[in-house]
């Protein structure tokens, strides 16, 4: 059974930094793209980053892009994003997904909340 | 990459049909027949629904079907039953050179 289980989201001041976590499972995580996927209040799903299954080329949406690290370390079948500069609009409930052929994903974790407040 | 254009929402009394549109353009929804729809009931996971354009995943209802023409996939909901109420987003694959866009997501109320 394919399972993706998110952790590291939290409260941050505006400015501050924090690293989510995706632990997977069910599957051999080295052979498929994985992207983040965030949700704001009230919003649509923001695709944030990607990055292919060896990890080599990595993906960013233009409103993350210099401020997060998407990673990955398939020795540990763990997919990482490191946000740094954080807004008050990067609030929201963050997904890891994993896709099929990079067109479109079949499972999704059940999300971390980032809160980026003072 | 600019989201997809979907309708804010859409309703409809049970039993009956309904269309949600996806419009894209001709780097995505046009050029690619990847075109993928969710399902996501506030506070659970997202849940595939179609993909490819027209394909259901195993276990998926008959009543959800995909289509496309040009730049705009829909997504048809028949026979709308209350568990069909929730928040419906398409995406489309945007190329080897980069990922792909959500739209802007379509509340379902079934009336």
């Known amino acids: 059974e394919v399972q993706l289980l998110e952790s590291g989201g939290g409260l941050v001041p505006p400015g501050g930094s924090l690293r989510l976590s995706c632990a997977a499972s069910?599957?051999?995580?080295?052979?498929?793209?994985m992207s983040w996927v965030r949700q704001a209040p009230g919003k649509g799903l923001e695709w944030v980053s990607g990055?292919?299954?060896?990890?080599?080329?990595?993906y960013y949406a233009v409103s993350v892009k210099g401020r997060f690290t998407i990673s990955r370390d398939n020795s540990k079948n763990t997919l990482y994003l490191q946000m740094n500069s954080l807004r008050a609009e990067d609030t929201a409930i963050y997904y890891c997904a994993k896709l099929v052929y990079r067109t479109y994903y079949d499972y999704w974790g059940q999300g971390t909340l980032v809160t980026v407040s003072s | 990459q600019s989201a997809l254009t979907q309708p804010a929402s859409v309703s409809g009394s049970p039993r009956q049909s309904i269309t949600i549109s996806c419009t894209g353009t001709s780097s995505d929804v046009g050029k690619y027949n990847f075109v993928s729809w969710y399902q996501h009931h506030p506070g659970k996971v997202p849940k595939i629904i179609i993909y490819e354009v027209d394909k259901r995943p195993s276990g998926v209802s008959d009543r959800f079907s995909g289509s496309k023409s040009g730049n705009t996939a829909s997504l048809t909901i028949s026979g709308l039953q209350a568990e069909d109420e929730a928040d419906y987003f398409c995406?489309?694959?945007?190329?080897?050179?980069?990922?792909?866009?959500f739209g802007g997501g379509t509340k379902l109320t079934v009336l």
């Open positions: 069910g599957f051999t995580f080295s052979n498929y793209a």
């Open positions: 990055i292919t299954g060896s990890g080599r080329d990595t």
């Open positions: 995406y489309s694959y945007g190329g080897s050179d980069a990922f792909g866009v």
